[in-house]
């Protein structure tokens, strides 16, 4: 198992954490190992690496680094962020009960609500983790698993990641923190007393729209019974994008830090324009939790939402103006991404379920880039029309 071995500050971990030096060539990058299997001298005598499922090296170092930048023990790598979800919930027995975000990701109220519930007989609750008393009204004598995400999709709420964690910790729950929206740059949910991180490491961690992964941390007893369940379910990451991910990994700390700094000129932008209804960014002290963003992260991220007048049809006119921005679904990543969640993230939502999450036909959710802020905001401002 990858562990973690390093204690130094997150941008020097970003760049060195699980990277040694290839013993046999001096390679200061993790070469790509796309060997399938490692041959052994005697039977089940092998390096440590036996068969390219159970583990691989270039996955390792990978998974090596995550685990440090999160302030994990152990880390864990899959073939997309719903491979990472589907996993983590061979954890539970048939007929669990999860209590999760009400405005959960799209993909995994699909795999909760579609596949789960059906397959495996578990019962979800949704609840405003901003509203801590409604959040531990949801949990029942018989919940298993805590599932959060902070931010949100696509409203980003922040939870209060400390609070929840000491629900779960107190009644002896697992609990899950879904950080795609934050990277570890901003926050790190296991220091906050979480049992389990988990990242689609399609976005920030990648960083570039262009690999498609996911990723979990979190203590060596837990993520042991992680580890199992994927080697019986199969769903790990392949070598190059393990190494694409490790290369990500090292401009995370910059990359973070431009989204953060253009995210809030542009929600300033977009909060001081009369076109616009309502900006939605943790950033902005008119944030409901603005308070507990300022508390908990170190940055309030690259994603901002915004509600336009006339619903669906106003959005969309102000989406298929966009250039700079490019009009496609997914988010941290260094091209600007624009994108309508009730079309995309919340598109098999019923109108009801819509509603409870906070999520309305006129939003638009930007995912902000690397691009100059005002060239950013020269598009938004000729969308806007
Ligand atoms: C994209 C995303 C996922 C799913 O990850 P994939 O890599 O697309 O499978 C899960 N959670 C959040 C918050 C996401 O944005």
Redesign the pocket.
């Given at each position: 198992m990858p562990e973690r071995t390093r204690k130094d500050r997150p941008a020097t971990l970003a760049v060195h954490a699980g990277v040694k030096p290839d013993p046999r060539t001096g390679a200061v990058m993790t070469p790509i190992y796309a060997s399938s299997t490692f041959a052994q001298t005697s039977p089940g005598v092998h390096t440590g690496y036996e068969y390219a499922r159970t583990g691989n090296p270039t996955r390792a170092a990978f998974e090596a680094a995550v685990a440090e930048l999160e302030g994990g023990v152990a880390g864990f790598a899959f073939a997309?962020?719903?491979?990472?979800?589907a996993t983590l919930l061979e954890l539970l027995d048939q007929g669990s009960r999860i209590t999760a975000v009400d405005d959960l990701?799209g993909?995994?109220w699909r795999l909760f609500e579609r596949v789960r519930k059906r397959s495996a007989g578990h019962i979800v609750t949704y609840a405003d983790p901003t509203n801590l008393d409604a959040f531990e009204a949801a949990i029942g004598p018989k919940t298993n698993m805590i599932w959060v995400?902070s931010p949100t999709?696509p409203s980003l709420k922040v939870a209060d990641l400390a609070a929840i964690a000491a629900i779960g910790k107190a009644r002896g729950i697992l609990t899950v923190a879904?950080s795609?929206?934050a990277s570890p740059m901003i926050q790190r949910p296991l220091e906050l007393g979480f049992d389990i991180v988990?990242h689609?490491?399609?976005?920030y961690l990648n960083g570039h729209s262009d690999v498609?992964?996911?990723a979990v941390a979190g203590s060596r007893a837990l993520l042991q019974r992680v580890d199992l369940m994927r080697r019986y379910l199969g769903g790990v990451m392949d070598p190059q994008a393990a190494y694409d991910l490790a290369r990500g990994l090292k401009t995370l700390t910059v990359r973070v830090a431009c989204h953060n700094r253009s995210a809030e000129v542009v929600a300033r932008f977009l909060d001081n324009d009369p076109r616009v209804v309502r900006v939605f960014y943790p950033g902005l002290a008119s944030h409901p939790d603005h308070d507990v963003a300022r508390a908990q992260m170190t940055g309030f991220g690259g994603m901002v939402t915004f509600e336009v007048a006339d619903g669906l049809a106003g959005a969309s006119r102000v989406f298929d103006r966009l250039g700079v921005i490019r009009r496609a679904t997914?988010?941290g990543c260094v091209n600007s991404l624009a994108s309508l969640p009730v079309l995309t993230?919340h598109y098999n939502y019923s109108d009801d379920d819509l509603a409870r999450a906070g999520v309305t036909a006129g939003m638009l959710r930007v995912s902000v880039g690397l691009e100059d802020e005002a060239d950013l905001i020269a598009d938004l401002d000729q969308a806007l029309g």
């Open positions: 997309s962020g719903l491979a990472a979800q990701y993909g995994s995400e999709n879904d795609t929206f988990l689609s490491a399609t976005k498609t992964g996911g997914s988010l993230s």
